[in-house]
């Protein structure tokens, strides 16, 4: 099984959808959670961290649920600039490696 | 501005030739990373380091090597034992924060001649 697993998608939307993502990871013992979002060739960016309690950025919500092990990300009133892979990555031991997810591709549809 | 600088943005390797990757960071992050990805995979942890003249191999390490002679600079250098080095390779930094992020370079594409 992988450390952290990300249904691959494609997801193709149109415009105004709302759309979920989540992302299960293996070790019980992970610290730190967050989305990234990599455009196509590009580095991957930052989009939000994770917190115990859920936080909310805008149209991004992000919730975070430790007993099943999974991380979630919620896009409301998707834009055409919101096509992109996201990345759900996890931060575990000491070192504070991180693992990334392989992603899940949206695109968003006119 | 701060940020973390990656050179060349592409680079060609001939066969048996050792190349080397820069990373640069003016951010004064203690933590840096050298990651690889390859077509529709997730990034993959080659070395990190959390203080100057220290580094650890992450999960690929073979064929690969690094130095960490200054806070600043972490370049990665693929060697010829490195049979599959065509991929994308990403270099991030952070601080030695549980909590903090890693933030990424605009990568190095290497492709083989």
């Known amino acids: 099984r992988k450390e952290v697993e990300q249904d691959p998608g494609p997801f193709n939307v149109p415009e105004g959808a709302t759309v979920a993502f989540n992302c299960t990871y293996s070790n019980s013992a992970s610290q730190s959670f967050f989305w990234y979002r990599q455009d196509c060739r590009k580095e991957p960016k930052l989009l939000m961290s994770?917190?115990?309690s859920g936080n909310e950025d805008g149209r991004f919500t992000a919730q975070l649920n430790r007993a099943s092990q999974y991380i979630s990300l919620l896009i409301r009133d998707s834009k055409l600039s919101d096509s992109a892979t996201y990345l759900c990555v996890v931060a575990s031991g000491s070192a504070r490696q991180l693992t990334f997810g392989s992603g899940t591709q949206l695109t968003v549809l006119p | 501005d701060g940020g973390i600088t990656q050179s060349p943005k592409y680079l060609f390797r001939k066969e048996g030739q050792n190349v080397t990757l820069s990373c640069e960071q003016n951010l004064n992050h203690d933590a840096m990373y050298w990651y690889r990805q390859d077509p529709g995979q997730g990034l993959r942890l080659i070395y990190y380091s959390q203080i100057v003249n220290d580094f650890q191999k992450g999960d690929i390490a073979e064929g690969y090597s690094v130095s960490r002679e200054k806070k600043e600079s972490f370049p990665l250098t693929v060697t010829s034992a490195q049979k599959n080095p065509t991929a994308f390779y990403l270099c991030?930094?952070?601080?030695?924060?549980?909590?903090?992020?890693?933030?990424f370079g605009d990568g190095t594409r290497l492709s083989i001649l």
């Open positions: 991030a930094s952070s601080p030695n924060d549980r909590l903090q992020p890693q933030h």
């Open positions: 994770v917190y115990s």
